[in-house]
């Protein structure tokens, strides 16, 4: 049985927390499988993290120290490296970078590809991916048929686990390639400090936020906990705040460990962004508001005192 190949992530010197859970949910396939686990970690530095993903699963670490991204050259390495494994399973991390070089994989090793999986079990010797359709109204389990098997998984949506995997590692000998692109610059939209759709915890802001002159108070809030800010369609068509903190069908779709709401009623739409949301607060004066029919948490109170208030415990309790 060939092994499970694995890609993870790094940016800014780090290893994104991505790495780790889809190496760990790797690790469970590959078991199932009967096979194991290998991990191709694609970034300057790579070989400095090999210890951490051995200890979250993974039997073997494959490095790639490659300087800056390129979605042409990650899929070039990443495609010649599962071509040499003979992988039949490619797992890779539906960030900004995953979205732009996942589906040039899939061409390249002639594979069906499923994007944006929430959930990974294995049926008949094949990856059952589970994926949210109709706006995250619904799930679809689906199997990808062709001989190779290539599959995005959202951030935040699996667990890491302390099972380590045998950890030997590698230096590829494989290459980014010829690319017919070069990034020469890259900068971040709207000043979130944090990655919306990779953060483990989101402060959104709605129309009952009043005006744009109150997204500080939520950004205190945010610097405070560590937390990325969003924001519903009625806060960014109101101008207050830009289209690149969107949460919902139209905006980004996140799925962070903590979702909190504040001044949102949670229409169809905003719900369709943060709907998988691990543990989702909400704030709102209105106590029929359908927001609270999906919290885990609800506050039913003004803003305008819950924010604040939360901000200074979390300074005192955090320092
Ligand atoms: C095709 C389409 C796509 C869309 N895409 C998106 C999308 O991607 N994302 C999205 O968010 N929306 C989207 N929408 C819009 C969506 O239908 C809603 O209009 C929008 O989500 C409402 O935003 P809101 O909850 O901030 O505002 P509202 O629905 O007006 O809710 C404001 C809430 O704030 C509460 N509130 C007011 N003052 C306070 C206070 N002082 N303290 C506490 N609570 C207070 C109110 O009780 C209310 O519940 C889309 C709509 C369409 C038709």
């Known amino acids: 049985m060939s092994n499970v190949l694995v890609v993870g992530e790094i940016k800014d010197g780090a290893l994104k927390k991505i ?45 790639a120290n490659v300087a800056d991204f390129n979605p042409e050259g990650y899929a070039n390495l990443i495609a010649a490296v599962a071509k040499e494994k003979g992988s039949k399973v490619v797992l890779m991390p539906h960030t900004g970078m995953g979205k732009d070089y996942s589906p040039r994989v899939a061409v390249k090793l002639d594979a069906g590809i499923i994007a944006d999986a929430v959930g990974l079990s294995v049926d008949g010797g094949k990856v059952v991916a ?22 995005t ?11 380590a995997g045998a950890g030997a590692t590698e230096a590829t000998s494989q290459g980014v390639g010829e690319t017919k692109s070069k990034i020469t610059s890259t900068e971040m939209s709207g000043g979130n400090k944090i990655q919306l759709t990779e953060a483990s915890i989101i402060v959104s802001g709605g129309r009952g936020m009043k005006g744009p002159e109150n997204f500080p108070m939520l950004q205190e ?45 949670g ?53």
């Open 19 to 63: 790495s780790k859970e889809i190496t760990s949910a790797g690790k469970k396939i590959a078991s199932e499988l009967g096979s194991q686990v290998e991990v191709l970690l694609i970034g300057a530095g790579a070989d400095g993290f090999a210890s951490e993903l051995a200890a979250v699963g993974a039997d073997k670490v494959i490095t």
């Open 153 to 163: 998984v959202r951030p935040n949506s699996q667990e890491v686990t302390q099972t």
């Open 267 to 319: 229409s169809i739409q905003h719900m369709a962004g943060m709907g998988s949301s691990k543990y989702i607060v909400a704030i709102n004066k209105d106590g029929d508001a359908p927001i609270f029919k999906v919290a885990t948490f609800g506050v039913q109170a003004d803003l305008f005192d819950v924010v604040p208030a939360l901000t200074k415990e979390f300074k005192k309790a955090l320092g």
């Open 221 to 265: 809030l945010c610097d405070t906990i560590g937390a990325a800010m969003g924001a519903s369609r009625a806060a960014v068509d109101a101008g207050w705040i830009s289209h690149s903190h969107q949460v919902g069908q139209t905006g980004k779709t996140v799925s962070p460990n903590c979702y909190i709401a504040c001044g949102i009623s």
């Open 130 to 151: 589970k994926k949210p359709i109709y706006s995250g109204k619904a799930y679809a389990n689906i199997k990808v048929t062709t001989d190779i098997q290539v599959i």
